[in-house]
């Protein structure tokens, strides 16, 4: 049942490129410039005419709403607020009309994303879902929405989930993007004609960089903590990559905007503090290699994601992952691949049940 991996984990990380592909079918045809998420079609006004959206989410699918915010503002020009479900819900939160949630959620039992669902609704929100597990409580709760088609996740680890959460929710920014104008049809045909390469890309990834990261893994498998910084799309693929490696190797890591360091992690900066930076080459480039340039001036030991064909980047690190270059709203979703690989591979060093780490649920349905 794990088709010959050790461990679900790293069998669904391997899933990627077809529940990817499975996200986008019958969805997107490039060449007749067709996106459609049939889910979505009755309630898809209330998108485009969206004031404002909030999504909603927890862990690993909270991540891939603060993607979705650059995606939603990027593409569709809409505001957008992601919240940790079990805030909102505790809090008197302002719903006005013209507000539209999306909640975001692989189980679709999560306790704490159903209840914040359950409350927008009381206040008179339109409500669509982003989940997995078809007919599940939060899907039968929302008024519309689009599964991501990763098929069962088992590890406790989200993976698959995550890159079918942000290929969805780019799928809708686009939607709404073209429907309001904001993208022009050519920028639209060009946009979609991309993202149906990423599981391609995704597929090459793991192929080119497991026997790279299972070394790099091995390097690091003593580090007792880990830095991840990102900026623009990828700074929550930097909250990602270390909620993966805390959540299934315990080493203690925390991510950040690489432009917050200086306002205080730079203090832990020394020679026995990795550092995983998500620098491929995108409009944040060059404000990445002087974060780079910092941390290299006080001795971290630099691990970068970078694109393929990167110089300046290649000569401050320590060890750097090469991927290629897609548009920079899509790229999470190779980024992240090396990041969950990394993990795991760390994780399979120290940890005894890779796929069930200890004190986890694969859903909370408690609060
Ligand atoms: O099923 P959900 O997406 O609602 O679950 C939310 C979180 O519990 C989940 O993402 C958790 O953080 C994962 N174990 C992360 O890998």
Known sequence: EKGGFPHFTLKEIFEQPKSLRDAMR???????????LGGLIEYQQKLINADRIIILGCGT????GLVGEYLFEEFARIPVEVEYASEFRYRNPVIREGDVVIAISQSGETADTLAAVE?????????FGVCNVVGSSIPRATHAGAYIHAGPEIGVASTKAFTGQITVLTMMALIIGRAKGTITESKFQELITELTTIPDKVEYILHKVDSQIKYIAEEFKGARNFLYLGRGFNFPVALEGALKLKEISYIHAEGYPAA???????????ENMPVVFIAPKDSTYEKIVSNVQEIKARKGRIIAVVNEGDKEIKDLAEFT???????????????VIPLQLLSYYIATHLVDDVDKP?????????E
């Open 26 to 36: 019958g969805r997107i045809n490039a060449e007749k410039n067709h996106l459609v």
């Open 61 to 64: 699918s909270w991540h891939a």
């Open 119 to 127: 409350l927008a609704k009381s206040k008179g929100a339109i409500i």
């Open 260 to 270: 917050e360091m200086k306002h205080g992690p730079i203090a832990l900066i020394d």
């Open 321 to 335: 992952i090469e991927i290629p270059q897609t548009h920079e709203a899509f790229s999470p979703i190779l980024t």
């Open 358 to 366: 200890r004190n986890l649920a694969k859903s909370v349905t408690v």
